[in-house]
């Protein structure tokens, strides 16, 4: 492998887990045959899992390559790999939303609705009011992306839930990270076109300021 496609010790990558990205992941290390990185403590991905990791391959993408986390000391990670970086282009990762409508359908519960904190082709980031669910779990999500309506077949890989204490004791807020489990080419391009929209719009915004 050529080490310039390799990160420099010391730089930010992203780390995908389970669907969940993490996009400020400092590499310790970069060799031919393993990353050290160092995250936060609530960040460990889990021994033996597959990640992704991503870094910046001006002017054309992002490199990308697959792995598996070999060794977890304290807050240090190991992940080793083989073969070599691959290119991804901007539209194969496509990333943003936030604030759109989304329905949890599970199993022998009523219908949940909840609000979209962030969305790619492959995975979203939601949230939720007492709905009772566990990574592993195997849901339908049905979205409201601009104008259409998009839904998946999905399973949960991050279930987080914190009670609303102030100011008063409220409902459960429960953060979701699921994965799309049906490949939907179809789908997957309606919410890449939106998403690329709101950047455009957001864009439009911040140079009309």
């Known amino acids: ?50 990640v992704t990791l991503r870094w910046a391959a001006a002017p054309r993408g992002r490199y990308a390559i697959a792995g598996t986390v070999a060794a977890i000391d304290g807050n240090r990670v190991e992940v080793r790999y083989s073969g070599e970086p691959a290119i991804e282009q901007s539209r194969d990762y496509v990333r943003g939303g936030g604030g759109e409508a989304i329905v949890l359908l599970l199993p022998g519960q009523a219908a949940a609705e909840g609000t979209i904190h962030d969305l790619s082709e492959g ?35 991050k279930v987080s839930s914190v009670r609303q204490q102030i100011p008063v004791r409220g409902p459960l807020i429960v953060e979701l990270v699921a994965v799309f489990t049906a490949a939907d080419e179809h789908q997957a391009r309606i919410i890449r076109r939106y998403i690329y929209s709101q950047q455009m719009k957001a864009r439009s915004r911040a140079s009309g300021s």
Do not use: C, K, N, W
């Open 1 to 50: 492998m050529s080490t310039p496609m390799l990160p420099a010790d010391g730089s930010y990558i992203e780390m995908t887990s389970y669907g969940e990205t993490l996009p400020d992941v400092r590499v310790v290390q970069a060799t031919e045959a393993m990353f050290t990185l160092s995250l936060a403590l609530d960040d460990l991905p889990p021994a033996d899992s597959e």
């Open 123 to 157: 995975s979203v980031r939601a949230h939720f009011t007492d709905v009772e669910m566990q990574p592993g779990d195997e849901v339908t999500l049905r979205m409201q992306v601009g104008d259409e309506v998009v839904e998946f077949p999905a399973r949960a890989v």
